[in-house]
């Protein structure tokens, strides 16, 4: 309730903005005696993707989608900006280059990809995904965008389509120099497709892989988990589980894996209640402020 509130305040707090964050009152040309020579908004992005993102953590998602979507129109506006010719008239005198721009249309599109992708509207995330790589991205961004691709493929029954998209990553993965977390998404891929077939010995494998790798990889390690209950082996699924919370708290000590545990405590134990008061207790003393402990069920 705490953080609800707290997120209704930032809300309530981010529409006080006198007719939203680009009126003028918070342009620079609106004091000139303090910004000579200087015009555009005050606002720093940081705050337009926040008055985006926060109303649909108090169950807005409509409001944050389309704002979202006015903000990427924004954020294109200053790409093309920033490619003419520059006179006295356009020069950007925030000092900001058309790269970090781009990169800020790469961040705002994948934020409404994670909108569409959490309500399964995925022929709007497949053309999200398709644009963004046909602007030709980074090699490792460009694994990233294709490994999104390949996932929503697999929620659309398209595995064929799936297992090209992740063959191309793991291309690209090879022929680049990588870090840890690059290798981990092609080992991740594979394990998923190995899911889909019910192989939930060979997705073990590749997870174990990305965790010997990196033993923080919440992702690899929650999967694991799950393949093991698919396995019947609660006990092991359990204390993997267990072992990351102990290892890793900062990592892993999110509501998604929580869930997971208290789903295997519940299958594995007739007294699950007071297994999961104790974590849930445990988790009040470590949890960051904003962590919905309603997530153990207790």
């Known amino acids: 309730n705490e953080l609800k509130n707290r997120l209704n305040e930032a809300v309530t707090e981010l529409d006080t903005l006198e007719n939203g964050i680009d ?11 303090h910004y000579p020579n200087r015009y555009g908004s005050m606002a720093p992005f940081s705050l337009r993707w926040l008055y985006a993102e926060l109303p649909s ?3 807005n998602r409509q409001e944050t989608v389309d704002r979202f979507y006015t903000l990427l129109h924004f954020v294109r506006e200053k790409i093309k900006t ?8 356009n020069e950007d005198f925030s000092g900001m280059s058309g790269d970090i721009w781009r990169k800020r249309e790469g961040l705002v599109i994948n934020s409404i990809i994670s909108h569409h992708l959490s309500h399964k509207e995925f022929s709007v995330c497949l053309d999200l995904i398709k644009d963004l ?5 980074t090699p490792v961004a460009r694994a990233v965008l ?6 929503i493929q697999m929620q659309l029954g398209d595995l064929d389509g799936a297992k090209a998209s992740f ?13 840890t977390e690059m290798k981990n998404l092609v080992n991740r891929n594979k394990a998923l497709m190995f899911m889909v077939g019910k192989d939930y010995v060979s997705a073990v494998r590749e997870y174990q892989e990305c965790i010997d790798r990196d033993d923080s990889d919440v992702v690899a390690i929650n999967n694991k988990a799950l393949c093991l209950m698919y396995l019947r082996d609660l006990s092991d699924s359990i204390k993997v589980s267990e ?9 892993a000590l999110n509501e998604t894996f929580v869930v997971n545990l208290c789903s295997m405590y519940e299958l594995a134990y007739v007294n699950h209640s007071d ?4 974590l849930s207790n445990w988790i009040a003393r470590v949890a960051p402020d904003d962590f919905d402990t309603s997530c153990t069920r207790v």
């Not at 294709?146 to 996932?151: D, M």
């Not at 297994?275 to 104790?278: D, E, L, P, V």
């Open 23 to 33: 009126n003028v009152i918070y342009s620079y040309e609106n004091y000139p005696q």
């Open 57 to 59: 953590r108090i169950g």
């Open 82 to 89: 920033n490619a003419k010719p520059k006179t006295d008239e």
């Open 133 to 137: 790589v046909n602007r030709d991205p």
């Open 146 to 151: 294709i490994s999104k691709l390949g996932y």
């Open 167 to 179: 063959n191309i990553v793991e291309g690209i993965v090879t022929e680049e120099k990588v870090e």
């Open 243 to 251: 072992s990351a919370l102990e290892r890793v708290p900062t990592a």
């Open 275 to 278: 297994i999961k008061k104790t």
